[in-house]
Every structure is written in structure tokens, then in C-alpha cells.
């Protein structure tokens, strides 16, 4: 595959911070010699740009779980690709991979690269299935209901953001378990959608004049696990809403990524205690003794049509950063990927 290689990589780098929602500026297409792996590293090439909120954490100069991106550096972001030159014998030339690495069409890993995975797809299956619903976004889904929230058969399962990504896998995962499914998401083309992937009860935070009296509604019973996507006042309205040893997995906080500077302070935590309630947040690689026992579900429920991927495809690696700044604007439904041409 070496010998077929271009002399240079592409990359889309950071130019500037954004402030609030990013814009086009913030990003600039640059190219360097093509890189070459040391011993026992690998050369990828990307196939499939995944495309998350939590990037939008890591172009701000501050700390959180990972370093933020420097100036004149490529975005980092979770990719599928192939190992196109290899000098480690347990990954071979060929492979494809799944691995947090950079927005570059090609890039250098090792062995102890975050998230590297091997990926096997099966047949009929497309590539890009396995960076969405079979892959990082199903896991991360599986987590935060199974691992985090314990969810189990015959409780009320709250999802917010419900018809993103992570929510829209989250939703079907539930169902299929046994539980009853509340899904929020905001405009009535999103809540045909949440209906379409079978949620016992859709709320319309758009369309309602009181989300507290609307959650009331489709949950009069309490809210057993509640999966949160998006913090801000939607997290304190769901609180006092929420039963007895309820437990909630923050899987992200959407509502406040673009203006991180100005955090939501959250009034009723006092429920915590009323409630006796577990808030607990995670991140899917924490859990790496349960990925296994996640994808067997998540691939034996695709081969059964009972997990369907809700995908936002775009075409070509110069499209990453306006894939990302729709998603921002969250005028995206499911999970928003790159196929690089």
C-alpha cells in the first residue's frame, strides 16, 4: 500500500478559538509531507471522520478530559480507517481501525493509541456503520444505560437530545430492554423521528410551554434513568421529576459547549438527596471490561432490524468543519459523519 501513497497529507487545523457557535474561519485545510511511522507504530488513512460535540470542548483553552487543540494543530476526533504501512506485527497493513486520532486524511498511531479497536464489518454492513450505531455511539449509548444507569425492564427511561446520535441509539437500546422510553428533541420533524424508532412518549421542548408540566404528562409515574445530553435548566427541570433511587448518567452537556465560559448553575440538587438519587458521569472507554458484552448486543440487535442507525452523512475531507458547524447549531438529526472520497 506504500508504494501507492501521496507525498502529502491533508489536515484541518485549528486557526482560531471560536467563540460560541465555531464559523468556517476557525478552521483552515493545510497540507505537510506525508508523515512516516517509526517502529512499531502504524500509518492510517481515514475513511470515516466521526463527528461529535465533545470536540467543541477540546478548541477551547481550557483543561478538561483531554488537552485542547493548539493553534496551527489538527483537530482531534475519533476516525475510522486503514492501516496503510505498518512496522507493529499485531497490527497488520490492510487492518481497519478505529482510533481517536486527528482531522488528517493520513496520521501516525501506536499501539497505545486512545480508542484503538480492530474492526471486523460484516457482511452488507457499510464501513461507516461502525463509527455511528455499531461503534463508539452505540457503546457510548450502552454505557450510559446499562453500565451507568442500570437500566432495567419495565422502568421510564428519560432521553434527552433523543434525536442525535448517542440519544437516538440510547432510545432503541431502552426499548429493547424492556423499558418505557421518554424521548425529547426539539421541532416536530425530530419528534416523528423519535415516534418512527418507537418512544412510548415524544416531548417537543419547542413546542410546549412548560417542559416540567410535559415531562408530568409522559411520565406521571417518576423518571427511573434519566440519560442526559444536554445539562443546563433541562437537567433542573427533570430533578424534582425524577423517582426515588433514580439514577442519571451524564453522558454530555450540549447546552452549554458553546459559551463554556458562562456554566449553568444547577438550583435542585437538593433532590439528590430527597431522592436518593445517583448522578454519575462517564466516559465509554472507562468501561472497557464491558465493550465486549455492548457490541454483542448492539451487532446481534443490528442482524435482528431492531437497531437502526439515524445518520448525517457528508462527502469529502474538506467537509469536516461544516459537518461540525452544523451539528453545533443543532440543525443535524443522528450521528453526523465524514466519508472521505
Same mark, same amino acid.
Given at each position: 500500500?506504500?508504494?501507492?501513497?501521496?507525498?502529502?497529507?491533508?489536515?484541518?487545523?485549528?486557526?482560531?478559538?471560536?467563540?460560541?457557535?465555531?464559523?468556517?474561519?476557525?478552521?483552515?485545510?493545510?497540507?505537510?509531507?506525508?508523515? $512516516?511511522?517509526?517502529?512499531?507504530?502504524?500509518?492510517?488513512?481515514?475513511?470515516?471522520?466521526?463527528?461529535?460535540?465533545?470536540?467543541?470542548?477540546?478548541?477551547?483553552?481550557?483543561?478538561?478530559?483531554?488537552?485542547?487543540?493548539?493553534?496551527?494543530?489538527?483537530?482531534?476526533?475519533?476516525?475510522?480507517? $486503514?492501516?496503510?504501512?505498518?512496522?507493529?506485527?499485531?497490527?497488520? *497493513?490492510?487492518?481497519?481501525?478505529?482510533?481517536?486520532?486527528?482531522?488528517?486524511?493520513?496520521?501516525?498511531?501506536?499501539?497505545?493509541?486512545?480508542?484503538?479497536?480492530?474492526?471486523?464489518?460484516?457482511?452488507?454492513?457499510?464501513?461507516?456503520?461502525?463509527?455511528?450505531?455499531?461503534?463508539?455511539?452505540?457503546? /457510548?449509548?450502552?454505557?450510559?444505560?446499562?453500565?451507568?444507569?442500570?437500566?432495567?425492564?419495565?422502568?421510564?427511561?428519560?432521553?434527552?437530545?433523543?434525536?442525535?446520535?448517542?440519544?437516538?441509539?440510547?432510545?432503541?437500546?431502552?426499548?429493547?430492554?424492556?423499558?418505557?422510553?421518554?424521548?425529547?428533541?426539539?421541532?416536530?420533524?425530530?419528534? $416523528?423521528?423519535?415516534?418512527?424508532?418507537?418512544?412510548?412518549?415524544?416531548?417537543?421542548?419547542?413546542?410546549?410551554?412548560?417542559?416540567?408540566?410535559?415531562?408530568?404528562?409522559?411520565?406521571?409515574?417518576?423518571?427511573?434513568?434519566?440519560?442526559?445530553?444536554?445539562?443546563?435548566? /433541562?437537567?433542573?427541570?427533570?430533578?424534582?421529576?425524577?423517582?426515588?433511587?433514580?439514577?442519571?448518567?451524564?453522558?454530555?452537556?450540549?447546552?452549554?459547549?458553546?459559551?463554556?465560559?458562562?456554566?449553568?448553575?444547577?438550583?435542585?440538587?437538593?433532590?439528590?438527596?430527597?431522592?436518593?438519587?445517583?448522578?454519575?458521569?462517564?466516559?465509554?472507554?472507562?468501561?472497557?471490561?464491558?465493550?465486549? *458484552?455492548?457490541?454483542?448486543?448492539?451487532?446481534?440487535?443490528?442482524?435482528?432490524?431492531?437497531?437502526?442507525?439515524?445518520?448525517?452523512?457528508?462527502?469529502?475531507?474538506?467537509?469536516?468543519?461544516?459537518?461540525?458547524?452544523?451539528?453545533?447549531?443543532?440543525?443535524?438529526?443522528?450521528?453526523?459523519?465524514?466519508?472521505?472520497?
Amino acid at each position: 500500500m506504500s508504494s501507492s501513497l501521496p507525498a502529502t497529507a491533508r489536515h484541518i487545523i485549528l486557526r482560531h478559538r471560536p467563540v460560541g457557535v465555531p464559523q468556517a474561519d476557525c478552521f483552515a485545510l493545510s497540507e505537510t509531507p506525508m508523515p $512516516q511511522p517509526g517502529q512499531g507504530q502504524m500509518l492510517v488513512r481515514m475513511l470515516v471522520g466521526s463527528v461529535d460535540p465533545a470536540i467543541r470542548g477540546f478548541l477551547d483553552d481550557r483543561p478538561s478530559y483531554l488537552p485542547p487543540v493548539a493553534i496551527g494543530a489538527p483537530v482531534n476526533g475519533m476516525s475510522l480507517g $486503514q492501516i496503510v504501512v505498518s512496522h507493529h506485527p499485531d497490527w497488520p *497493513e490492510g487492518a481497519f481501525v478505529r482510533v481517536f486520532g486527528t482531522w488528517s486524511d493520513h496520521f501516525v498511531i501506536g499501539p497505545d493509541a486512545l480508542g484503538l479497536e480492530r474492526v471486523t464489518p460484516a457482511p452488507g454492513v457499510p464501513l461507516r456503520a461502525y463509527m455511528g450505531a455499531l461503534g463508539p455511539v452505540g457503546l /457510548t449509548a450502552w454505557v450510559g444505560l446499562f453500565a451507568v444507569g442500570a437500566a432495567k425492564a419495565g422502568e421510564t427511561v428519560l432521553i434527552s437530545a433523543a434525536a442525535g446520535a448517542t440519544g437516538s441509539t440510547a432510545l432503541q437500546l431502552a426499548k429493547a430492554a424492556g423499558c418505557r422510553v421518554v424521548a425529547m428533541a426539539g421541532g416536530a420533524h425530530k419528534a $416523528q423521528i423519535l415516534r418512527d424508532l418507537g418512544a412510548d412518549a415524544v416531548v417537543d421542548y419547542r413546542a410546549v410551554p412548560n417542559l416540567g408540566a410535559a415531562l408530568d404528562a409522559a411520565a406521571p409515574g417518576g423518571i427511573d434513568v434519566y440519560f442526559d445530553n444536554i445539562g443546563g435548566p /433541562t437537567l433542573d427541570i427533570v430533578l424534582p421529576r425524577m423517582h426515588e433511587q433514580g439514577r442519571i448518567a451524564l453522558c454530555g452537556m450540549i447546552a452549554q459547549y458553546n459559551d463554556a465560559d458562562h456554566p449553568y448553575g444547577v438550583q435542585n440538587l437538593w433532590q439528590m438527596v430527597i431522592k436518593r438519587l445517583t448522578m454519575r458521569g462517564f466516559l465509554t472507554y472507562d468501561h472497557a471490561d464491558r465493550l465486549g *458484552e455492548a457490541q454483542a448486543m448492539l451487532d446481534r440487535l443490528h442482524h435482528a432490524g431492531r437497531l437502526r442507525p439515524l445518520e448525517n452523512i457528508h462527502h469529502g475531507f474538506e467537509r469536516l468543519p461544516e459537518a461540525f458547524i452544523a451539528l453545533m447549531q443543532g440543525t443535524t438529526t443522528g450521528k453526523t459523519l465524514v466519508e472521505i472520497a
